[in-house]
């Protein structure tokens, strides 16, 4: 089974801090998301990466970054955490190399509360 | 531009009812239908799929079907159970990297 990985459960972090969420997968994967989940919102992309050093934003990029130094793990960097920041992050990977249809495996979550 | 609709919970039910999700989608072309579920402190699950229309696709004794013609993909249960609680988010692939999800729907069942 593909496993995803997420480095914290749960974050409690000041405004101004730098924040740094990491994601690791164990099936040698092209593909790898970061998405937001807020209620009534459902899922919103931040950030894909579709191979190492390679990543594209999603729909809602302000006030993120993210690295991929290596195939398993994709990070995501909140350069300077804001209180509209708070959320939860799920990182997600698709089983195959992202050609064709694909459903996504997805972390635990890190549920993310910038005070 | 793409997307997807489903209808605003929390849906309460008692065991063994019949359970309907509604969800509608707005999409170019043919896109991959999928429900997740998410149990309480977990990420999301794929429950079940479809890929094109008139598929249907089931899981655990879930089931939906891929209809064009009304742009729907309502997720049924003949029988629910307490286990069955949880989130239920309808979503749908347009592109190998464009997944577009509902807001999600919770479902709460009672012994």
């Known amino acids: 089974d593909v496993k995803v990985t997420q480095s914290s459960r749960y974050l409690v972090k000041r405004t101004g801090e730098k924040v740094f969420l990491e994601c690791v997968q164990d099936?040698?994967?092209?593909?790898m998301f970061w998405y937001r989940q807020d209620p009534g919102l459902g899922l919103r992309l931040i950030y894909f990466?579709?191979?190492?050093?390679?990543?594209e934003k999603g729909d809602i990029p302000e006030g993120y970054s993210v690295s991929r130094e290596k195939k398993e793990r994709f990070s995501l960097i909140l350069e300077s955490a804001s209180t509209n920041q708070t959320s939860m992050y799920l990182c997600?990977?698709?089983?195959?190399?992202?050609?064709?249809?694909?459903?996504?495996?997805f972390g635990p979550g890190t549920r993310l509360t910038v005070l | 531009g793409n997307s997807v609709t489903q209808m605003e919970g929390p849906v309460t039910l008692s065991e063994e009812a019949f359970l309907t999700i509604n969800c509608t989608y707005t999409a170019t072309g043919y896109p991959s239908l999928f429900w997740y579920v998410q149990y309480p402190g977990e990420g999301l699950q794929l429950l079940l799929k479809a890929t094109k229309a008139d598929d249907k696709g089931s899981n655990k004794g879930f089931e939906a079907t891929y209809r064009k013609e009304t742009t729907s993909f309502h997720l049924e249960k003949g029988s629910v159970q307490v286990s069955d609680s949880a989130v239920y988010f309808c979503a749908l692939q347009y592109n190998f990297n464009k997944f577009y999800f509902g807001s999600g729907t919770k479902l709460n069942v009672k012994p």
């Open positions: 990466s579709y191979d190492v050093k390679m990543k």
């Open positions: 099936m040698d994967h092209e593909n």
């Open positions: 997600a990977s698709p089983p195959l190399g992202g050609k064709g249809w694909n459903e996504q495996f």
